[in-house]
């Protein structure tokens, strides 16, 4: 049985027809293509309300054959399905949906429109509000003594006021529990209905029956506490999502395209496909992943560097969909749709970090699971119990109404969600994005802390050293190779070059992760990399040149020409090192660059364990034996030679200006240029482990206190009503404390220190 059901906040939306959805054909369109066969679907379900809703959700769709993967996010009712399109139909999807007693329909990331919900819930809070006192002034006057007639007059009244704000006010939570008990389920809203119906069914056989007592004022009140408490809910709820909104607000409803006959056409961001050229006018913010046709201008590109000095960009540059266009109009061309750019990316993951299977998530989602059939037999058994002792089945149809509300499981339920909802705003906030909640519960876990050199401790922007001692042509022929590779060697080759994009002066060329670039013309074997495999073609001559440069380029296996660079250290990379090592993680730099540029490079940050000329396989390796001596490996890299170990690690991170590849391997990805992100989310994230051990613990504490005390008859359904919603309130509130802090004071602070390291900032040593 679950402990959730579907319709609980989102009334509105629960209007439509059960059965209404999107067909099979708009499910396929709706879908993004993954590669493999395989395609997502986001779909919006309002009834999602707790963790054992989600539980219900994810393992019926995950039943289906086809679903290779479904995930729930209860913070934005959202739920993701990964799908192969050879296997099934995905209308069965919805079927299976609504045979699990939920609506759903297309999910728009893009929708920005009035909370709907939150005007239901304060339209219903006045009306209970308005007739809760207006039965309480009726309710004053029956105390006081009024006649037999006044009295039974005041209860009619009374039963005329409660019934239409009962109707009005309670559906939230009387839909909520008629679609649980429609598919034979149970929920949390079940006992809150049948605990209000019960006091108004007493309240009205009183009536009926001339009695002296009546309940009016009790079910209507208890109603209201139990709005405020949900309102106030939904409200922290939402300050807590403030980042993923922000987010959304960044991203354009549309822009203006420029069509192949010379007209224009403002176009919606979700129909601009790859190719399509756009006109980015000053003020605009860029719509989509774009480069620059013509045109030059100054850009805010503070979402993906965090940097506040506007950067400039002209023909050739590639823009960030969300970033903004400050100073001139420019002609762009769409590299991607809205739902493969950056910005789209950032989205998804964080929704993907609001959601997660944690360890501690599971727990709750178990031990919510139980709450239904354990509250309705505790309820039963204290009406059993009362009944036998007192004999008086007002009195203890009133302690079972209470036990019926204090018990209910919102604390708990909330635990866990709400924190990884408000971690995943405060890291984005640090310009860090998290792939989903298990993963920031695996970085505060880690104790081995593993770098990659190129791009990670230093800037990963080399600029060629010995250009002039090199012959035109051996630079011209590097230039065309490197042209070919993001690697940041390649690309200081390409620019030294003077090229910005791929030559086509080659035959055939490939690129062998942690060697380099094998190309070939007129029979002519070219190698670009490192020099033990770009002198090896021949079978000999590895040796004597191997330590002449960063990278070799040969023909055939003679050498040719050897390069040497120069790199930054990443802003931070000191401060951080010197941090994590006060804080007692061992920290060691694994690169497949030359001994000699590792060891100065570790010399300077004070980092002894290193290892040089290592290759993708062996990054990989060497993480996997760490963790098979049962270190908790954190490991930090950004290019395409890192991904097999940021695979293998316990859990992984890459800055942004990293390879698709490892930004897709890694499980953080953080924005900004400075290193400190590494620290700031391991302190991020074992806050928010606290948090939630807090949280069980108040949750803990709040039923040991208050399910006795109901049971024995020391807390009326008005007190159980305020009890239930203050865990819920003191549970969110302990969440967002996670938000509390001097804004920039960490980066401040690790930039100043960061100024006061010999090597912080310098060139790194050269070859």
């Known amino acids: 049985m679950s402990c959730c059901a579907p319709g609980t906040e989102s009334a509105v939306e629960l209007?439509?027809?059960?059965?209404?959805?999107?067909?099979?054909?708009?499910?396929?369109?709706?879908?993004?293509?993954l590669g493999n066969g395989l395609r997502q679907t986001d779909l919006s379900v309002p009834g999602i309300h707790c963790g054992a809703c989600i539980r219900t959700i994810e393992n019926g769709l995950n039943a289906l054959k086809f679903v290779e993967n479904a995930r729930v996010n209860m913070s934005t009712k959202r739920v993701g399905v990964v799908w192969s399109d050879a296997d099934g139909d995905p209308a069965s999807i919805i079927d299976t949906l609504h045979r699990l007693g939920y609506e759903a329909h297309l999910f728009d990331f893009t929708d920005d429109a009035e909370d709907k919900t939150l005007s239901l819930m304060i339209r219903s809070l006045a009306v209970a509000g308005f007739a809760a006192?207006?039965?309480?002034?009726?309710?004053?006057?029956?105390?006081?003594?009024?006649?037999?007639?006044?009295?039974?007059?005041f209860h009619?009244?009374?039963?005329?006021?409660?019934?239409?704000?009962?109707?009005?006010?309670?559906?939230?939570?009387?839909?909520?529990?008629?679609?649980?008990?429609?598919?034979?389920r149970l929920n949390m809203d079940v006992p809150i209905s049948l605990a209000v119906v019960l006091a108004f069914a007493m309240s009205l056989y009183e009536t009926i029956n001339s009695g002296e007592h009546a309940y009016f004022d009790a079910s209507v009140t208890l109603l209201f506490f139990l709005l405020i408490g949900r309102t106030l809910d939904h409200l922290m709820r939402e300050k807590a999502r403030s980042a993923v909104k922000g987010l959304a607000r960044l991203s354009p409803r549309g822009a203006m395209t420029l069509e192949s006959d010379g007209s224009r056409v403002f176009m919606a961001v979700d129909d601009i496909r790859a190719g399509m050229t756009i006109l980015l006018a000053a003020g605009d913010r860029v719509p989509v992943d774009a480069r620059v046709l013509s045109g030059s201008s100054d850009l805010d590109c503070s979402l993906v560097n965090g940097e506040s000095v506007p950067q400039t960009v002209s023909e050739g540059s590639v823009l960030r969909a969300g970033t903004l266009n400050l100073t001139g109009p420019m002609t762009i061309e769409a590299l991607a749709p809205a739902s493969q750019s950056f910005l789209a990316e950032m989205m998804q993951m964080m929704e993907q970090a609001e959601s997660g299977k944690a360890g501690y998530r599971r727990l709750a989602d178990r031990a919510a699971?139980?709450?239904?059939?354990?509250?309705?037999l505790v309820a039963l058994f204290s009406f059993i119990g009362w009944m036998i002792v007192s004999g008086d089945w007002h009195h203890s149809l009133y302690i079972a109404i209470a036990v019926l509300i204090i018990t209910c499981p919102c604390a708990l339920a909330l635990a866990v969600p709400v924190v990884q909802v408000v971690a995943a705003g405060r890291l984005f906030e640090d310009g860090i994005m998290a792939k989903d909640g298990v993963a920031m519960e695996r970085l505060a876990q880690a104790d081995t802390i593993i770098f990659d050199k190129t791009g990670t401790l230093t800037m990963g922007q080399p600029r060629l050293l010995n250009a002039d001692a090199i012959r035109p042509d051996y630079l011209k022929i590097a230039a065309q190779i490197g042209a070919h590779s993001r690697h940041p060697l390649s690309r200081a080759l390409a620019q030294t070059g003077g090229l910005t994009e791929p030559a086509h002066a080659f035959e055939d060329i490939k690129e062998i992760p942690g060697a380099g670039l094998e190309a070939t013309r007129d029979g002519t074997i070219y190698r670009l990399g490192r020099s033990d495999w770009a002198l090896a073609v021949a079978g000999n001559g590895a040796g004597e040149n191997e330590d002449k440069g960063q990278a070799v380029l040969s023909a055939n296996g003679q050498f040719l020409a050897a390069f040497v660079f120069e790199d930054q250290l990443r802003s931070g990379a000191a401060a951080t090192v010197a941090g994590l090592k006060a804080e007692g993680f061992p920290v060691e730099i694994i690169s497949g660059d030359r001994a000699g540029v590792v060891a100065r490079l570790a010399e300077t940050l004070g980092i002894s364990r290193y290892r040089s000329g290592v290759l993708p396989g062996e990054k990989a390796s060497h993480v996997r034996d760490l963790g098979r001596e049962g270190r908790k490996v954190l490991m930090v890299g950004d290019g395409l030679n890192d991904a097999p170990a940021l695979v293998s690690a316990y859990v992984s991170m890459a800055p942004a200006s990293a390879a698709d590849v490892g930004r897709n391997a890694a499980d953080f990805v953080f924005l900004h240029e400075n290193l400190s992100a590494v620290s700031g989310a391991i302190a991020i994230s074992k806050k928010a482990g606290q948090l939630i051990r807090q949280n069980f613990g108040l949750a803990i504490i709040y039923n040991m206190i208050a399910i006795p005390s109901a049971i024995l008859g020391y807390a009326t359904p008005l007190v159980a009503a305020l009890a239930m919603s203050s865990s819920s309130i003191v549970v969110v509130l302990n969440a967002l404390r996670l938000r509390i802090r001097k804004r920039n004071a960490g980066r401040r602070i690790a930039n100043q220190v960061a100024e006061d390291q010999p090597g912080a900032g310098a060139p790194e040593p050269a070859q």
């Open 15 to 33: 209007e439509k027809a059960l059965h209404d959805g999107p067909s099979g054909e708009e499910l396929r369109l709706s879908s993004r293509e």
């Open 133 to 153: 006192a207006n039965i309480m002034l009726l309710s004053v006057s029956v105390w006081s003594g009024a006649e037999a007639a006044t009295r039974d007059l």
């Open 156 to 184: 009619w009244i009374s039963a005329l006021i409660a019934i239409p704000a009962l109707a009005y006010s309670g559906r939230i939570f009387f839909r909520s529990a008629f679609a649980a008990l429609r598919v034979g």
């Open 369 to 376: 699971e139980l709450y239904a059939p354990v509250v309705h």
